[in-house]
């Protein structure tokens, strides 16, 4: 078993300097490299920042709220230093009953010429009608749930400056209780000095006043602004740092060594659904008779097409047929491509081969594996198509993982101990986060991290998933159920009143996360590690409620006959795997991975749709 995750994130702690406290209590973290308290270190405490009453503190954020209010301090109104004609407008004073208020030598004339109860009932109006303006408003620097309330008076800047919602402030103050106010707040930051307004146009600023959900506010605001200010955002992006985070501890601390697989590759994968991106280069000025012209292209189509078409008759296995359709596929994109500029010049010595973005890091952290053993990678992988499009992510980021001297048992143990050490780590962590977007994001439609982290998990095979649905009488699948078909969400195209089979699975019948293994060998990769009677594979996915597979592996086939005609069987170009070959002529072993989806883990620990 892994050792058990940290005991809280404490991630800000250490970016944090804590500044000396005169009175004792509780003292204000300041950043080390900002010289400012992060709204969590204020806000973000257990007690709300209760225990920092009475100290001072430099804060910064950008305003998500703000109100303007008319307030009395001691009992008496407090005067502006100075009123400008905009202000005497507004209040409605003349210039002599102002001057009466503010200068003494002209108060006592107008005593002796008018009488003292005329001058003070004077004095009473301009002192109400001049208390201070004062703006209170809730920023936020984005390193917590809560926002920070934080009370400017008018005589330290125009307050529309301060009030505007997006714009971004750095003040400086003095925290006191929150005082008679319904409000959530038990503290505020009196602010005696203002030291920076980044200022906006309230007219302009694109983000409203409420919370929208993220795919209306990404579709009609943008990323730039509605994947990083909203709270709702940002609160994802904490629990994925959170997660990335804890997914580098788990391991580090279990031995595995952290690697860089490439990401621009000549090696594509046969066989699997997914369309790869071609890296292109500019077209030359100069062509020669390497360049690719449209009408190469075009003979190519032509060619592979009636190679499809024969494939078709001499009834050739799934893969063979899939990978010249997924061929034809890339040389119709280079075909539209080409129209548009004419040639693609493959001269220079690093296009000699078409190059694309890796979609799967798997080959990559084999080799790796076979020098050192146990091996992890976090990296971007690029879809260029799928079949569930509306699901659909051109670049998503995986953890990889590869261990030698494992079998698929070990990898299925070492996947489920990362998968409890990142959900409890989240769970723990970000329980501010996950309780916003609960709440606030879904109207209480929440997997609960806990039930996953608390009942045993299911283990089936893929015959007994089948057999399982085979039973089922009181529902009606779209497509036949049958032995050979794919459970996997990605491959999934049968459907019972939008769900698929595998959510079926695990939403309403296990009500629970499920590992399902040991599959048919056309379900799955080339490489994969055939069972004894050679129709199967050693492979597993893990489906857990309300998201699908967050998680999938297999045991390598490690024996270079059985690889090779694999191979062969599904007819993929062996000079582009003569590479990948040579680690198992050369001191082959056992071995066994895993890949987890960051995306999918994100959707299973916060609640979000998809």
């Avoid at 004077?122 to 620097?141: E, W």
């Avoid at 506010?217 to 997660?243: H, N």
Wanted: hydrophobic letters at 40%.
């Amino acid at each position: 078993m892994a050792s058990s995750p940290p005991s809280s994130a404490s991630a800000s702690s250490s970016e944090d300097a804590t500044t000396t406290s005169s009175n004792g209590s509780a003292p204000v973290q300041f950043s080390k490299y900002s010289r400012r308290a992060s709204a969590r270190s204020v806000v973000g405490r257990p007690d709300g920042g209760l225990g920092l009453a009475g100290k001072r503190a430099v804060v910064g954020g950008w305003v998500k709220s703000a109100n303007v209010v008319k307030a009395k301090r001691g009992g008496c109104a407090m005067l502006p230093p100075r009123m400008t004609a905009t202000e005497s407008e507004t209040t409605g004073l003349t210039c002599t009953e102002v001057l009466m208020a503010r200068v003494p030598l002209i108060r006592c004339i107008a005593k002796l010429i008018g009488g003292a109860s005329a001058v003070d009932k004077a004095s009473s109006s301009v002192s109400y009608k001049l208390a201070p303006v004062t703006a209170l408003a809730r920023i936020n620097d984005g390193s917590c749930v809560p926002d920070l309330q934080i009370v400017v008076d008018s005589s330290l800047c125009p307050l529309e400056q301060v009030t505007a919602i997006g714009a971004c402030v750095l003040v400086e103050g003095k925290i006191e209780l929150v005082e008679g106010r319904s409000q959530p707040h038990v503290i505020e930051l009196r602010v005696d000095k203002v030291l920076h307004i980044g200022a906006v146009d309230i007219d302009k600023y694109p983000l409203p006043n409420v919370e929208l959900p993220p795919d209306e506010l990404i579709k009609d605001y943008g990323p730039q602004l509605a994947t990083t200010r909203t709270t709702a955002m940002a609160s994802v992006a904490r629990v994925r740092s959170e997660m990335v985070h804890a997914a580098h501890a788990f391991f580090q601390t279990n031995g595995f060594f952290h690697v860089n697989t490439p990401i621009i590759t000549t090696t594509t994968v046969a066989g699997e659904r997914r369309k790869m991106f071609r890296v292109m280069r500019p077209t030359s000025s100069k062509s020669d008779n390497r360049a690719i012209t449209p009408e190469v292209v075009r003979a190519s189509i032509k060619a592979k097409t009636k190679q499809i078409q024969a494939l078709k008759r001499s009834d050739s296995n799934k893969e063979a047929l899939e990978a010249a359709e997924l061929d034809l596929q890339r040389a119709s994109e280079l075909a539209q491509q080409l129209e548009q500029q004419g040639s693609a010049d493959f001269s220079d010595k690093s296009f000699q081969h078409p190059l694309y973005l890796s979609s799967d890091h798997t080959l990559h952290l084999e080799t790796y594996a076979c020098a050192l053993s146990s091996v992890y990678t976090f990296s971007p992988a690029f879809q260029a198509e799928s079949l569930e499009t509306h699901n659909h992510l051109a670049e998503r980021w995986t953890i990889d993982a590869e261990l030698a001297f494992a079998e698929l048992e070990d990898a299925i143990s070492c996947a489920v101990d990362c998968l409890m050490w990142l959900l409890s780590t989240v769970f723990k962590n970000c329980s501010d986060e996950l309780k916003f977007l609960s709440t606030e994001e879904n109207n209480g439609k929440f997997f609960h991290v806990n039930s996953a982290l608390s009942s045993p998990w299911e283990r089936i095979t893929y015959n007994e998933a089948v057999n399982t649905l085979l039973q089922v009488k009181d529902k009606s699948f779209e497509g036949k159920v049958e032995l050979g078909m794919p459970l996997s969400l990605e491959h999934m195209r049968f459907a019972f009143h939008g769900k698929s089979i595998g959510s079926y699975l695990v939403d309403d019948y296990y009500k629970k996360p499920v590992i399902i293994y040991e599959y048919p060998k056309q379900l799955k990769p080339f490489y994969a590690r055939l069972t004894e009677d050679e129709t199967k594979v050693s492979a597993f996915d893990i489906v857990v409620p309300k998201v699908g597979i967050v998680a999938c592996g297999t045991q390598k086939e490690e024996r270079m006959d059985k690889l090779t005609a694999r191979i062969d069987d599904l007819r993929l170009p062996r000079d582009h795997l003569e590479w990948y070959l040579d680690i198992r002529r050369h001191g082959t072993v056992k071995h066994s991975g895993f890949s987890m989806d960051i995306e999918q883990l994100i959707l299973l620990v916060t609640g979000l749709n998809k």
